[in-house]
């Protein structure tokens, strides 16, 4: 499982800014939702649907004090960095101004794409969750042999790496630390080196704080601390464009 290091832009933080912009113009008439939604869509512009939600007790009447109270958000089919995830976000305190007391987000990494990012070591393998580690089942090129590769994941604020632990081949699990010694398995070892994808690039200063599996990928999740952030974006009432700085 060599892998280089490869970096990785996600769009968590890029909705504090952008839930702020929303409200800051509601004037131009619509819901403040609509108006997110639209805003949130015409940055990140996913291929799959989007929502925003004001979850706050009478969320509207605080709408006209310029604060927005918390707002949710998902934005699927988002595409970053050469990777498509599902993008979910929950800001506190969202005022017109463009300030947020903070809040977190998840990106999920659907398997298909996590296996693509990997390259070829990867290759004719499938994956999927195994309790909080992920298992490579299939035959490794080079190889020949069906096995299951078992995996550890670990974070940093800016990277996650995923290391191979043990081997199961026809049924009897190996630790990688083993396999060295076993001749008929020197081409499996060359490929089960720990990987790192690094996140050099996470808008608002959002960490990650843990990565996990479940059912539809891997799920990143992140914080998104107090920020004042103001953004440019418009949108015109169709959505169609964007005149935003970089945030």
């Given at each position: 499982m060599r892998i280089r290091r490869t970096p990785l832009i996600l769009a968590f933080g890029l909705c504090t800014v952008i839930v702020a912009t929303a409200a800051?113009?509601?004037?131009?008439?619509g819901t403040a939702q609509q108006r997110v939604a639209r805003a949130?869509?015409?940055?990140?512009?996913?291929t799959g649907p989007v929502t925003a939600q004001l979850t706050d007790t009478l969320a509207?009447?605080?709408?006209?004090?310029?604060?927005l109270g918390t707002v949710r958000i998902t934005a699927d089919g988002?595409?970053?960095?050469?990777?498509?995830?599902?993008?979910?976000?929950?800001?506190?305190?969202?005022?017109?101004?463009?300030?947020?007391?903070?809040?977190?987000?998840?990106?999920?990494i659907t398997y298909r794409t996590l296996r693509t990012r990997?390259?070829?070591?990867?290759?004719?393998?499938t994956v999927g969750a195994e309790g909080?580690?992920?298992?490579?089942?299939?035959?490794?090129?080079?190889?020949?042999?069906?096995?299951?590769?078992?995996?550890?994941?670990?974070?940093?604020?800016?990277?996650?790496?995923?290391?191979?632990?043990?081997?199961?081949?026809?049924g009897r699990a190996v630790p990688v630390s083993t396999l060295s010694s076993i001749p008929s398995a020197?081409?499996?070892?060359?490929?089960?080196?720990?990987?790192?994808?690094?996140?050099?690039?996470?808008?608002a200063r959002a960490r990650l704080n843990a990565a996990r599996p479940d059912n539809t990928g891997l799920v990143l999740k992140l914080s998104i601390p107090h920020t004042a952030s103001l953004?440019?974006?418009s949108a015109t009432p169709t959505g169609t464009r964007c005149s935003h700085s970089k945030a």
């Amino acid at each position: 499982m060599r892998i280089r290091r490869t970096p990785l832009i996600l769009a968590f933080g890029l909705c504090t800014v952008i839930v702020a912009t929303a409200a800051a113009d509601l004037t131009a008439g619509g819901t403040a939702q609509q108006r997110v939604a639209r805003a949130v869509a015409c940055r990140l512009m996913p291929t799959g649907p989007v929502t925003a939600q004001l979850t706050d007790t009478l969320a509207g009447l605080r709408v006209l004090t310029g604060n927005l109270g918390t707002v949710r958000i998902t934005a699927d089919g988002v595409h970053r960095g050469g990777t498509d995830m599902n993008v979910k976000a929950v800001l506190r305190d969202v005022t017109a101004h463009g300030a947020t007391d903070g809040g977190s987000a998840t990106a999920t990494i659907t398997y298909r794409t996590l296996r693509t990012r990997m390259g070829g070591a990867t290759a004719g393998m499938t994956v999927g969750a195994e309790g909080t580690g992920l298992a490579f089942s299939g035959t490794p090129a080079g190889t020949g042999l069906p096995v299951t590769v078992h995996t550890t994941i670990a974070t940093t604020s800016d990277s996650l790496t995923i290391t191979p632990t043990s081997v199961s081949v026809f049924g009897r699990a190996v630790p990688v630390s083993t396999l060295s010694s076993i001749p008929s398995a020197s081409g499996l070892t060359q490929s089960l080196e720990p990987r790192t994808i690094t996140l050099p690039d996470l808008p608002a200063r959002a960490r990650l704080n843990a990565a996990r599996p479940d059912n539809t990928g891997l799920v990143l999740k992140l914080s998104i601390p107090h920020t004042a952030s103001l953004s440019k974006t418009s949108a015109t009432p169709t959505g169609t464009r964007c005149s935003h700085s970089k945030a």
